[in-house]
């Protein structure tokens, strides 16, 4: 399966700079594993503190506006899967903005992506990416045409006409501080917890921007602390500079066999945090909940 490759792309970079053992790693390359979407989100214990504004209403299209038509699109197209997406699609509108997406869309059949609202189709979102349901969180709408966050691509949308897809409520949010080394964790648009975690290294750093849970992995070795990852939809902002084995893998979040580089920027982009924290999440996140990468919030959520 195409997830296979996660990890024999994904944990051979990560292993060498974390723990130097090359003959671990050639170990750790044979373990093909299957990404799940794990279990419905948890009950969250607790009163959330540190509110995210929320996002606008949307206005109401007038009578006069009209939907522009979609081309046909060509049976040839790529299908977009776990391997890097194709080129051409539009730039994230608001890359760096925190405020709740709550709403995801999930294909109900392979559905034709777009450059802009009656522009050119470019690929297929297919309901699926190897087994795992597809769900992207939606960004912006237009009449008629909805923008969501392009799997396995790194600060693109694509554009979708109506039709072909059903939406589900997302209440959970991730935000990744670069500077302080911080994740936060949100519902319903109010803080629950941080934590310290890991980042990229120089050369590597973890992508800026939005991008989402694409869904989970069981650990390929002991050195994930015997906790699930997840996968996010992002990738590295330069594939050449991440080690061989790691051309083409996704940014991932996950725990580690030990806490002691928690703070420290050591990583090739991936995100980690302690092995309590990343159940927490794993019990209460479901497939396409959004993890924004900012380098500082203007104020420290509370739960800091």
Known sequence: MLFDRLFSRWTFGWLLAAVGVPVLLAAALLVGRALTAGPAPAPVAGTPTAAVPPA??????????????AAPAPDD???????????????????ADTRPLTEGLTPTRTVAAYDAPGGRPLAFLAPTISGVELTVPIVERRVGW???????????VAWLPAGGWSTVALRDQIVVERRPNR???YRDGRAVRSWEVSLGMSGQLTPLGRTFV???????????????????GAIPDDPDAVPTGLRGAHIGLHSWYTDATLGKNVTNGCIRLTRSGQRQLLAALRPGTAVVVVDQLPAPPATA
Do not use: H, K, N
């Open 146 to 156: 909805t923008a969501v966050l392009l799997p396995s691509a790194t600060r693109r």
């Open 77 to 95: 197209l790529p299908v977009v899967t776990y391997d890097p997406a194709p080129g051409g699609f539009p730039a994230d509108p608001g890359p």
């Open 56 to 69: 606008p209403d949307e206005p109401s299209p007038s009578p006069e506006e009209s939907v522009p038509a």
């Open 214 to 232: 694409l869904g989970r992995t069981p650990p390929p070795q002991d050195v994930y602390g015997g906790v699930d990852i997840f996968a996010l």
């Open 183 to 185: 994740l936060t964790w």
